[in-house]
Nanobody
Framework: QVQLVESGGGLVQAGGSLRLSCTAS????????VGWFRQAPGKEREFVAA???????LYADSMKGRFTISRDNGKRTVYLQMNSLKPEDTAVYYC????????????????WGQGTQVAVSS
């Protein structure tokens, strides 16, 4: 069982940066892949980025070059560094976990956090 808590969301101007954190409970965190997803009002939840237990990363095409995912197993935390933010990045951002390997698909993740709101003003 893994419990996930996101933090770091907020309001930022276009072109600005935020770093989101996803902190997990449980002693086997290093065995889990963690993904970030986002959901804007009226839209489906979409994949943002993910990192495997071996720290291999995966990104949605629209986030490549702007977002960076990383993990610190000692702190049981995965980070999402978001740069050059745009108004269309406004959404609730969720982290999710599954064993070992990354996936683009919402349904492949077993554990989810409650989400953190990111708002980007123009």
């Amino acid at each position: 069982q893994v419990q996930l808590v996101e933090s770091g969301g907020g309001l930022v101007q276009a072109g600005g940066s935020l770093r989101l954190s996803c902190t997990a409970s449980g002693r086997t965190f290093s065995r889990y892949a963690v993904g970030w997803f986002r959901q804007a009002p009226g839209k489906e939840r979409e994949f943002v980025a993910a990192i495997s237990s071996g720290s291999l990363s995966l990104y949605a095409d629209s986030m490549k070059g702007r977002f960076t995912i990383s993990r610190d197993n000692g702190k049981r935390t995965v980070y999402l560094q978001m740069n050059s933010l745009k108004p269309e990045d406004t959404a609730v951002y969720y982290c999710a976990a599954r064993y070992y390997t990354t996936s683009y698909h919402v349904s492949h993740y077993d554990y989810w956090g409650q989400g953190t709101q990111v708002a980007v003003s123009s």
